[in-house]
C-alpha cells in the first residue's frame, strides 16, 4: 500500500470543511498520509499569511496523528519536484507514495518520480476570500493580541522606497520645491513608490503629478539615493531608503496638490542660505548639500 502525501498551503485561519473532506476522502484507501506543507520565501503577505509553525499547529489540533513537514517553494519547477522527491524518500526509505492534490493544485507543476491523483474539488472553498473575511475582524482575547505580536516579530525588516524629484528650470539655475502641512518647510517633490509603479523613474513623474499637477518636463534622470531619517520610522526598525531623480521644466503652470500645501521655484545659488536658516526639511538637507555640489559649486 502506497504511503499517501496530500501537498497543500492550507493558508486559512481554520480548516474548513473542504479540507476536511479532502484528507478524509484520502484517508479511505490509506493508512498513512503525510501532509506537505509549500513554504513561500516571502515571510508573512496577503497571500501566505501563517507560516509553517502556524499552519502545523492548525492541522495537528484536528489530526494529531498526521505527520506534516514543510516544502520550500522554488523557480524551478524541476528543482522543486527533486526537493520533494527526495524529502520523502530521504525521511521514509524504502516507501513508494501517491501525491494528492486538489484546487490550483501543484500537480501541473511536479515531474517528480511518484504517481500523482487529482481529486476533485469539496465545495466552494475559496482561501482568498476566506482570508479577506477575516483580515478585518478584531477579537478581544489574549491569543489575537499575542498573534499580531507574533507576525510582526516574524517579518523581515523592512524597507520602504520612496522617489524625490529635484525639478529645474532657466538651465538648472532655480528649483522647484514644495511644503506639507506636517512640515513647514521646504523639501523636494516626491512620495512613496508604489506596486503598480514600472519603475521608480515612473513613481517620480507619478509623484510629481500628484502633487504639481500636470506639467510638461523631460526625462527623468537617476541623481541619487539615500536613507531618510523620517520622523514616523524615527523609532521603528524598518527605515525608508529614497531614490533622487531630476528633470527639466518645459511647460504647464505648477499648482499644489494631494499633501502639498505650497509651491515655490527658488535660485540654487539661495539654498545653502535656507539651509542655514533651517528653512529646509531636516530630512532632505544632505539631498540638498549633494545637488548643490553638483549642480551649482561645480559650475
Not at 22 to 31: D, F, K, P
Not at 101 to 116: A, L, N, Q
Not at 127 to 155: C, H, M, P, W
Not at 292 to 298: D, V
Request: net charge negative; aromatic share 12%; charged share 25%.
Amino acid at each position: 500500500m502506497k504511503t499517501a502525501v496530500i501537498i497543500a498551503r492550507f493558508q486559512t485561519p481554520y480548516l474548513h470543511e473542504g479540507h476536511k473532506q479532502l484528507i478524509s476522502q484520502v484517508r479511505e484507501n490509506h493508512t498513512k498520509l503525510i501532509i506537505l506543507l509549500g513554504v513561500s520565501p516571502i515571510m508573512g503577505s496577503r497571500k501566505n499569511p501563517y507560516d509553517y509553525y502556524t499552519r502545523e499547529k492548525m492541522i495537528k489540533k484536528d489530526y494529531p496523528e498526521l505527520i506534516v513537514l514543510p516544502v520550500s517553494d522554488h523557480p524551478s519547477d524541476k528543482t522543486w519536484s527533486e526537493s520533494i522527491d527526495s524529502l520523502l524518500k530521504g525521511v521514509f526509505p524504502g516507501e513508494q507514495f501517491c501525491l494528492f492534490g486538489s484546487r490550483d493544485s501543484f500537480i501541473p507543476h511536479y515531474s517528480g518520480r511518484f504517481e500523482t491523483v487529482e481529486l476533485p474539488e469539496h465545495g466552494d472553498y475559496n482561501a482568498t476570500e476566506l482570508r479577506k473575511q477575516y483580515a478585518d475582524k478584531v477579537f478581544d482575547s489574549n491569543d489575537f493580541r499575542a498573534g499580531i505580536l507574533y507576525a510582526y516579530y516574524n517579518q523581515y525588516t523592512r524597507v520602504y522606497p520612496t522617489v524625490d524629484v529635484a525639478v529645474f528650470r532657466n538651465n538648472r539655475s532655480e528649483i522647484l520645491l514644495g511644503k506639507k502641512a506636517t512640515n513647514n518647510k521646504w523639501r523636494f517633490i516626491g512620495g512613496f513608490a508604489d506596486p503598480e509603479d514600472e519603475s521608480f523613474e515612473a513613481a517620480a513623474k507619478r509623484e510629481l503629478v500628484e502633487e504639481c499637477g500636470e506639467l510638461e518636463i523631460s526625462r527623468m534622470t537617476y541623481e541619487t539615493s539615500w536613507k531618510i531619517n523620517d520622523w514616523r520610522y524615527r523609532n521603528e526598525a524598518d527605515k525608508i531608503i529614497t531614490s533622487l531623480f531630476s528633470c527639466d521644466y518645459l511647460n504647464g503652470s505648477p499648482a499644489p496638490q494631494d499633501d502639498i500645501i505650497d509651491l515655490g521655484w527658488f535660485k540654487l545659488a539661495d539654498l545653502q542660505q535656507m539651509i542655514d536658516a533651517e528653512n529646509i526639511s531636516d530630512e532632505h538637507v544632505e539631498m540638498f548639500n549633494f545637488i548643490i555640489t553638483k549642480y551649482l559649486n561645480n559650475q
